[in-house]
C-alpha cells in the first residue's frame, strides 16, 4: 500500500508542470513522439492519393491547357513530396516545443486573434481561394473532434504550465496543422486549383483522421497521470443541472453562468439581443422586466426542474402520437398563437398532476423562454423559404427546442449553440427539397430520423445536437459531393452545347456574309452551305477563331466563290487555271475532316472538274452539265446536316441584342450569384426548387439544377427577370433561420399589439 507521505503521481487541472522540467520535458517529448509518428503515416498516406486525383482531374480536364496543369503538378508533387512532408512535420515539431514561449510573448496578454482571421486589406484572388479552403476545414473539423479536442487542451494546458489552450491555439489543433501545411505548401510550385485539390486531400486523409492521434496522446497522458478522472462537460456547461438549481437563469445571465459558448465574437451582441427581447416582451405585458411577486399563501411558481419534467413527458407523448406540437401546418397565424398558449396550459397542468397541485402561471423568464420559442416555430410555419412538408417535420421539434432553451439560455444568444446550428442546417437542406428531386425520400427520412431522435432521445444532454448535427453534415457532404459530381457534367454538356451553337452561328455569318449577293451554281452552293460550313464549326471548336486554319478555311470560301465568276479572257482563263490546284487541295483536306469517304470526295471534284472545263470554254456534254447542276446529285453524305434549313433560319440564328433594362427584376438577376436558391411554379400546383449552379461566360443564360445535381432550366436574363415580375420565379432567403426568425420576431413585437399575446400576428 502507498505510503500517505509518498507523492501522488496524479495531476490535476489546478497543478501545473513546467514544460522545462524532467517530467514536464517528458511528457512534452512523448506527445511529440506520438504526433510525429501518426502524422508521418497520415501525411505519407495523403501524398499516395495526389498522383490519383491529379490523374483523374487531368483526363476530364475541359481542354489541353487545363490538362498540361494538372500534369505538371502530378511532376511538381513528385519532385517536392519529401521537402513538403519534412516542413509539415518540422513545423508541427517545432511549434509543440515553442508553444509555451510563444504563448507567453503574445502581446495583449496573451491573446491571439483565431486562425483565419485577418486584418481587412487587399488580398490576391489565390491566396483568398486558398484561406477560404483552410478555414473551411478547419471549423468542420473542429467541430467534429469537439469531445476529443476538449481533453487534449486540457491535458496540454497542464504540461504547458497552466497556458490556457483552445482549439485555434492547441499546437496540434486542426488550425495549428493545417497553417503547418500550408506553410509547407508554399515549396511546391504549381498552380492554385492543383494545391486546392492537395488540401482537399490533406482534408480527407489527415484531418478526417485526427481522432486516433488525439485519442493515443489522451491515452498517454492518461497513463501518464494527467487529469485520468477528466470528463467532458463544456457543451453541458448551463445544462440541466446548472439550469435546473438556478430555477432558470435570466437571459442577461452573467459571465459566470453564459458557460462555453460566450465567444469574443458576439457575447456582446448576444447580450443586447437578449436584453432587446426581454425589454420587448415586457413592454408588451405592461410590467417590469422580472419575475411576478408571489402573494402570500399562493402556489409555488414551478422551478426550471419541474418544467424540463413535464416537458420531458409532453416529449414522450408527442413522440409516441407522432402529432405537431403546434397543430397542423396550415394553421393560420391567430390559431398557432393560441396553441402557444395552449402548450403552456398543457404545461401547467402537467406539473399539478406531477406535484399534486396546478401552479397559476410560470416565471416571467420561463414565460419569455416559451413565447419565445413558440414564435420561433410560428415563423416556421409560415416561413416560404421552407417546402410545406418541411415546415411540418421541423415543427414538430417545439418541445425538444422550448426544453433545450430552459435547460441552456443561451440557445438564443449564441449563433454556435449546437442546437441552434442543427435547426438552421436542418432548414437548409430542406430549403432545395421538392418531392421530384427526392424521389428515394433519402433527404426526407433523414430529416425525419432527426426529429424523431431529438423527440425520442433528448432527456438533459445538450450534446445530443452536437452528435446530430455531425451526422446530418456528414449525410450533407455525401449528398453534395454527389450532386456536384452531377452538376458538373450537366454544366459542361451546356458549355459544350453553347460553344456547338456559338461556333455554327459564327460559320453561318461568315458563309451568307459571302454567297449574299451572288448566283452560285447548285454544286458551289451546296458545298459552300453544307459540308464547308461545317468545317468551319470544326475549325473553331478545335483550333479557334483567331487561328490561322480558320482564316485559311474563310481565304478558300472567298476563292471558291471568285472561282464561279465567268473566264471569257486569256488572263481570265489563266487566272482560274492557277487557282483550281489550291482549290482542290483545301477541299481534299477540308472534305476529309468532316466525315467525307475518299470515293464521295473524288466524286465531289469530279463534278467540279466538269464544272470547271465548262468555265474555261471546254466542249462538255449536256448532260453532264445538267447532272452538276442537279443539287440532288451533290455526293454529302447524311451525316453532314446544313448548319439550317434555309438562309433565313441561318440569319434568325444570330441571337438577339437585348437592351439593358434597369428594372428591380433586371437588376436583382444581375446580382444572382451561384448557389442562390429559387423556387419556379410551372404549373398551378407544381413547384419545383432549383439553385443557380453556372452563369454561361457565352450566352449570359442562367443554368438551374436540382439538389441532385441534375439539370432543372435554363434561362436568358430577362425570362429570369420576366418570371420574378410574373412571381413565377421567387429568390429564397440565404440567410441562417434563426437570424431571420429573430429579426422577424424583434420586428413583429416592436409593433404595437395585444399586450395579452406577444405571439407573431
Known amino acids: ?3 500517505a507521505s509518498e507523492p501522488s503521481n496524479i495531476v490535476s487541472l489546478t497543478q501545473r508542470l513546467d514544460p522545462s522540467s524532467e517530467r514536464g520535458g517528458a511528457l512534452l517529448n512523448n506527445v511529440r513522439d506520438v504526433a510525429g509518428r501518426r502524422l508521418q503515416i497520415l501525411i505519407n498516406g495523403m501524398f499516395e492519393h495526389v ?57 495583449g496578454n496573451g491573446i491571439q486573434l483565431p486562425v483565419g482571421t485577418a486584418e481587412l486589406s487587399l488580398v490576391a484572388d489565390n491566396e483568398l481561394e486558398e484561406s477560404l479552403a483552410i478555414t473551411s476545414m478547419i471549423g468542420k473539423n473542429e467541430t467534429r473532434l469537439t469531445r476529443e479536442l476538449f481533453a487534449v487542451n486540457q491535458r496540454l494546458s497542464v504540461i504547458y504550465g497552466g497556458l490556457k489552450i483552445e482549439d485555434g491555439t492547441n499546437p496540434i489543433g486542426p488550425a495549428a496543422l493545417s497553417q503547418a501545411f500550408r506553410s509547407a505548401m508554399r515549396e511546391l510550385n504549381a498552380e492554385m486549383r492543383v494545391k486546392l485539390i492537395i488540401y482537399k486531400l490533406f482534408d480527407r486523409y489527415v484531418l478526417a483522421s485526427l481522432d486516433e492521434l488525439y485519442q493515443e496522446i489522451n491515452a498517454e497522458l492518461i497513463r501518464a497521470g494527467v487529469l485520468p478522472q477528466l470528463r467532458h462537460e463544456v457543451l453541458r456547461s448551463g445544462g440541466a443541472g446548472a439550469g435546473a438549481r438556478t430555477g432558470g437563469a435570466t437571459p442577461g445571465m452573467d459571465a459566470s453562468q453564459e458557460g462555453a459558448y460566450v465567444t469574443e465574437d458576439d457575447g456582446s451582441a448576444s447580450s443586447e439581443l437578449l436584453q432587446t427581447l426581454q425589454t420587448l416582451f415586457s413592454a408588451r405585458r405592461g410590467a417590469p422586466a422580472t419575475a411576478m411577486r408571489i402573494p402570500a399563501g399562493a402556489v409555488q411558481m414551478p422551478s426550471a426542474n419541474e418544467l424540463i ?8 407523448q408527442a413522440a409516441i402520437s407522432q402529432q405537431l406540437p403546434l397543430g397542423g401546418g396550415n394553421s393560420n397565424a391567430l390559431e398557432l398563437a393560441g396553441e402557444v398558449q395552449q402548450l403552456k396550459e398543457h404545461l401547467l397542468a402537467q406539473i399539478g398532476s406531477l406535484r399534486g397541485e396546478k401552479p397559476s402561471q ?58 441552434r446550428r442543427l435547426l438552421d442546417n436542418l432548414a437548409d437542406a430542406a430549403k432545395g427539397w421538392s418531392a421530384d428531386s427526392d424521389r428515394d425520400h433519402r433527404l426526407h427520412d433523414k430529416v425525419k430520423s432527426i426529429v424523431d431522435r431529438l423527440l425520442q432521445d433528448f432527456d438533459d444532454d445538450i450534446t445530443i445536437f452536437e452528435r446530430l448535427c455531425v451526422e446530418l453534415q456528414e449525410f450533407q457532404d455525401i449528398s453534395r459531393r454527389r450532386a456536384e459530381l452531377a452538376e458538373q457534367r450537366v454544366a459542361e454538356s451546356t458549355r459544350g452545347r453553347e460553344k456547338l451553337e456559338q461556333a455554327r452561328r459564327r460559320a453561318a455569318r461568315e458563309i451568307l456574309s459571302r454567297i449574299d449577293g451572288h448566283t452560285l451554281p447548285p454544286l458551289i452552293h451546296g458545298v459552300l452551305s453544307r459540308a464547308w460550313a461545317n468545317y468551319l464549326v470544326l475549325t473553331i471548336l478545335r483550333q479557334g477563331e483567331e487561328s490561322s486554319e480558320f482564316r485559311d478555311a474563310l481565304r478558300f470560301a472567298n476563292d471558291f466563290i471568285d472561282s464561279t465568276k465567268p473566264a471569257r479572257t486569256l488572263d481570265e482563263r489563266r487566272a482560274l487555271r492557277q487557282m483550281l490546284p489550291g482549290i482542290e487541295r483545301a477541299l481534299r483536306r477540308g472534305l476529309a475532316n468532316v466525315a467525307f469517304q475518299e470515293s464521295d470526295i473524288d466524286r465531289l471534284l469530279a463534278q467540279l472538274h466538269t464544272y470547271y472545263r465548262h468555265q474555261l470554254g471546254e466542249a462538255v456534254p449536256e448532260a453532264e452539265i445538267q447532272a452538276v447542276e442537279e443539287p440532288s446529285s451533290l455526293p454529302i453524305p447524311e451525316s453532314i446536316q446544313p448548319i439550317a434549313e434555309s438562309e433565313a433560319e441561318l440569319a434568325r440564328s444570330e441571337p ?61 436574363p430577362h425570362e429570369l427577370a420576366e418570371a420574378l415580375a410574373r412571381g413565377t420565379a421567387r429568390v429564397l432567403d440565404s440567410t441562417a433561420l434563426f437570424d431571420r426568425a429573430l429579426d422577424a420576431i424583434v420586428g413583429r413585437l416592436s409593433q404595437p399589439a395585444s399586450a395579452t399575446n406577444p405571439a407573431i400576428e
Open 362 to 419: 410560470v416565471s416571467t423568464i420561463d414565460e419569455d423562454t416559451i413565447d419565445l420559442v413558440g414564435m420561433l416555430f410560428e415563423f416556421i410555419l409560415e416561413d416560404r423559404n421552407l417546402p410545406t412538408e418541411m415546415q411540418v417535420l421541423l415543427a414538430r421539434l417545439q418541445i425538444p427546442y422550448l426544453k433545450a432553451a430552459i435547460i441552456d439560455r443561451k440557445l438564443f444568444a449564441h449563433r454556435q449553440h449546437p442546437a
Open 309 to 316: 419534467g413535464a416537458l420531458s413527458v409532453l416529449q414522450s
Open 51 to 107: 498522383d490519383d486525383a491529379l490523374f483523374d482531374l487531368a483526363e476530364k480536364a475541359e481542354n489541353n491547357a487545363a490538362q498540361m496543369h494538372y500534369f505538371d503538378g502530378m511532376r511538381e508533387v513528385r519532385k517536392r513530396r519529401p521537402i513538403v512532408e519534412r516542413a509539415f512535420l518540422t513545423h508541427v515539431s517545432r511549434e509543440l516545443s515553442d508553444f509555451a514561449t510563444n504563448q507567453r510573448n503574445v502581446p
Open 656 to 716: 438577339e441584342v437585348e437592351a439593358a433594362v434597369d428594372t428591380p427584376e433586371m437588376l436583382l438577376v444581375a446580382e444572382l450569384k451561384p448557389g442562390t436558391w429559387l423556387e419556379f411554379t410551372t404549373g398551378p400546383e407544381t413547384v419545383e426548387r432549383a439553385k443557380l449552379s453556372w452563369i454561361s461566360p457565352m450566352s449570359g443564360r442562367y443554368l438551374f439544377v436540382n439538389r441532385r445535381g441534375l439539370k432543372v432550366a435554363d434561362h436568358a
Open 1 to 3: 500500500m502507498k505510503d
